[in-house]
């Protein structure tokens, strides 16, 4: 069984950058696609990115494509987003999760088994 755990939300003005880190333990993920999601006060959890089992391919959502950049070290069992040019919308409690059913990234929410506790991520305007 693997455990994710979120670190870096915080609380930055609209224009500014966050980094994201998940680290797993119990075991490797490496063979695992890794993804991020995103849940506003009053909305559905939705996908923000996902990233394969070697880092080859990348998924975004349309509404973080060429602000926020995913990235995985296998080797440090770590997957971290990178989040610039945030505006309030993004405002959201942040989880990272890992599929176990496949190693290639994907939006799809019902292919992710395991999921941290989530980080927070305020952008005032």
């Known amino acids: 069984q693997v455990q994710l755990t979120e670190s870096g939300g915080g609380l930055v003005q609209a224009g500014g950058s966050l980094r994201l880190s998940c680290a797993a333990s119990?075991?490797?993920?490496?063979?695992?696609?890794m993804g991020w999601f995103r849940q506003a006060p009053g909305k559905e959890r939705e996908f923000v990115a996902s990233?394969?089992?070697?880092?080859?391919?990348?998924y975004y959502a349309d509404s973080v494509k060429g602000r926020f950049t995913i990235s995985r070290d296998n080797a440090k069992n770590t997957v971290d987003l990178q989040m610039t040019s945030l505006a309030p919308e993004d405002t959201a409690v942040y989880y990272c999760?890992?599929?176990?059913?496949?190693?290639?990234?994907?939006?799809?929410?019902?292919?992710?088994?395991?999921w941290g506790q989530g980080t927070q991520v305020t952008v005032s305007s």
């Open positions: 999760a890992g599929s176990k059913t496949t190693p290639w990234a994907t939006s799809q929410r019902e292919q992710y088994a395991y």
């Open positions: 119990g075991r490797s993920f490496s063979n695992d696609a």
């Open positions: 990233i394969s089992w070697r880092s080859g391919t990348t």
